[in-house]
């Protein structure tokens, strides 16, 4: 398993669905983007573990998750999904895509809200998106951070 548990078919199909991205997509993402938000830094379409997240920043372990209409059916997944964030530290913010139509500012000011909470917590070890192993109880102490490559 690679350092960001990538794959050649995740990676592809992230790339897609930047590429094909849903207008309410790329409504909220141009508000996201570069840091415009409390100078946070999101990234669109994240693989994370068998999952891949509509908008995350890795700083502050926070997605968030735009809702269709296709979504009234899928609710046990949706939860399923944010149980296993969370139990990985990630926060999930979810919106219908008719609250960042109708309502944009609101959505920007639960997240910007969100991201001051999580902003003033104190910081916490975060483990990467494999489950970590039974035996270890504390893999932060019993493993070696990965060396630094640079940006």
Same mark, same amino acid.
């Given at each position: 398993?690679?350092?960001?548990?990538?794959? @050649?078919?995740?990676?592809?199909?992230?790339?897609?669905? &930047?590429?094909?991205g849903?207008?309410?997509?790329?409504?909220?993402? +141009?508000?996201?983007?570069?840091?415009?938000?409390?100078?946070?830094?999101?990234?669109?379409?994240?693989?994370?573990?068998?999952?891949?997240?509509d908008?995350?920043?890795?700083? @502050?372990?926070?997605?968030? =998750?735009?809702?269709?209409? +296709?979504?009234?059916?899928?609710?046990?997944?949706? &939860?399923?999904?944010?149980?296993?964030?969370?139990?990985?530290?990630?926060?999930?913010?979810?919106?219908?895509?008719?609250?960042?139509? =109708?309502?944009?500012?609101?959505?920007? =000011?639960?997240?910007?809200?969100?991201i001051? =909470?999580?902003?003033?917590?104190?910081? +916490?070890?975060?483990?990467?998106?494999?489950?970590?192993?039974?035996?270890?109880?504390?893999?932060? @102490?019993? &493993?070696?951070?990965?060396?630094?490559?640079?940006?």
């Amino acid at each position: 398993m690679s350092r960001f548990n990538r794959t @050649l078919d995740k990676t592809g199909l992230a790339r897609k669905l &930047r590429r094909d991205g849903t207008d309410v997509e790329m409504r909220l993402w +141009q508000r996201l983007r570069n840091g415009q938000i409390c100078n946070t830094h999101f990234r669109r379409q994240h693989p994370a573990g068998r999952y891949i997240l509509d908008f995350y920043c890795p700083a @502050l372990a926070l997605a968030v =998750e735009l809702d269709g209409g +296709q979504h009234t059916q899928m609710g046990i997944r949706d &939860r399923e999904r944010d149980d296993w964030l969370k139990q990985r530290g990630v926060t999930v913010l979810r919106f219908w895509n008719s609250d960042v139509t =109708e309502n944009l500012n609101g959505v920007l =000011e639960v997240i910007a809200a969100k991201i001051g =909470e999580l902003s003033s917590a104190p910081v +916490q070890y975060r483990p990467r998106w494999h489950s970590p192993r039974v035996s270890d109880p504390h893999p932060a @102490l019993t &493993r070696r951070p990965p060396p630094f490559r640079g940006r």
